[in-house]
T-cell receptor, first 115, second 114 residues
Framework: AQSVAQPEDQVNVAEGNPLTVKCTYSVSGNPYLFWYVQYPNRGLQFLLKYITGDNLVKGSYGFEAEFNKSQTSFHLKKPSALVSDSALYFCAVRDINTGGFKTIFGAGTRLFVKA | NAGVTQTPKFRVLKTGQSMTLLCAQDMNHEYMYWYRQDPGMGLRLIHYSVGEGTTAKGEVPDGYNVSRLKKQNFLLGLESAAPSQTSVYFC?????????????FGEGSRLTVL
């Protein structure tokens, strides 16, 4: 079965410092990977995705993610964190075993950026 | 451009009562989904639809029914609500571009079952 894991419930970082939110995946075949962000009392918003090509994917709000096939990881990164980046972040994988219709989400990582 | 709209945003039910959550999207998307979000569990798929008139079960379908009579609408029904169905429900849609399309989410519907 396809799955994603986010090993950290919470990540704390000081404003201006780089941040990393970790994600590992387990899929059969080529992975289609996504990151979403959820601000308080809001729906999830798409940040970026990896389908194929360059291992470094750039997305919204200055975020990027690095796909590493050998480590089966897709970590979310940002060079300089902002207080406004504080939110809940979800890694997700498209379940291609069921025709790609379903997206499987990790449990989420809460990011706190301190001023 | 409204995107994905869910109604109602909040609802309190008593055990055994029924209700319907409505999701509407104006992006002409083929695929629509209903998820529930519970603390520490991420999002779990309840039901989904790959086109008008079609529905399919997700991970946690028990106690829920859905209908997709029009392409732009996806209804989630609870026939006899239970406290275990207290949750935040999210509707999402995506375009019919195979496996690569991202999801667009509504703002959520918070349901409390007493």
């Amino acid at each position: 079965a396809q799955s994603v894991a986010q090993p950290e419930d919470q990540v704390n970082v000081a404003e201006g410092n780089p941040l990393t939110v970790k994600c590992t995946y387990s899929v059969s075949g080529n992975p289609y990977l996504f990151w979403y962000v959820q601000y308080p009392n809001r729906g999830l918003q798409f940040l970026l995705k990896y389908i194929t090509g360059d291992n470094l994917v750039k997305g919204s709000y200055g975020f990027e993610a690095e796909f590493n096939k050998s480590q089966t990881s897709f970590h979310l990164k940002k060079p300089s964190a902002l207080v406004s980046d504080s939110a809940l972040y979800f890694c997700a994988v498209r379940d291609i075993n069921t025709g790609g219709f379903k997206t499987i989400f990790g449990a989420g990582t809460r990011l706190f950026v301190k001023a | 451009n409204a995107g994905v709209t869910q109604t109602p945003k909040f609802r309190v039910l008593k055990t055994g009562q029924s209700m319907t959550l409505l999701c509407a999207q104006d992006m002409n998307h083929e695929y629509m989904y209903w998820y529930r979000q519970d603390p520490g569990m991420g999002l779990r798929l309840i039901h989904y639809s790959v086109g008008e008139g079609t529905t399919a079960k997700g991970e946690v379908p028990d106690g829920y029914n859905v209908s997709r009579l029009k392409k732009q609408n996806f209804l989630l029904g609870l026939e006899s609500a239970a406290p275990s169905q207290t949750s935040v429900y999210f509707c999402a849609s995506s375009s019919g571009t195979g496996n690569t399309g991202e999801l667009f989410f509504g703002e959520g519907s918070r349901l409390t079952v007493l």
